[in-house]
């Protein structure tokens, strides 16, 4: 079965060092699902400025984990630059949420936290 992450960038940014791989998933593990409830909270309360700062917070770690969001997020900055109603956005916070979820569940579970 397929992951929803890709460690590559992770390792190369490691160095060969296993221990500091599974420091950056902690770390990832740590910040993510505070930002994304925060994210989430935010496109409820139709505060498109704070949903601006969590997507663009969250870009470079799903970069580096290989996350196939950036389509999602990159809508979720253009959307907090307009006017649309929360509905315009809703799809895109819908993915982002399931997705990082199951990336959540297969790290636990990978790196048995």
Known sequence: MSKNYDLTKVKEIAGGD?????VIVETFLQE???????MQLAI????HKMAYQFAHKMKPNLDMF?????KQIAA???????????????QQ????????????AELKEDFNF
Request: charged content about 25%; glycine content about 2%; overall charge negative.
């Open 76 to 90: 979720m900055e253009k959307w907090s630059d307009s006017n649309k109603p929360t509905s315009a956005i809703q």
């Open 18 to 22: 296993d221990s500091f791989v599974t």
């Open 32 to 38: 993510i699902p505070p930002d994304m409830d925060a």
């Open 93 to 104: 916070l819908d993915e982002i949420i399931t997705v990082l979820t199951s990336v959540i």
């Open 44 to 47: 409820e309360n139709d505060n």
């Open 66 to 70: 290989g996350i196939d969001l950036l």
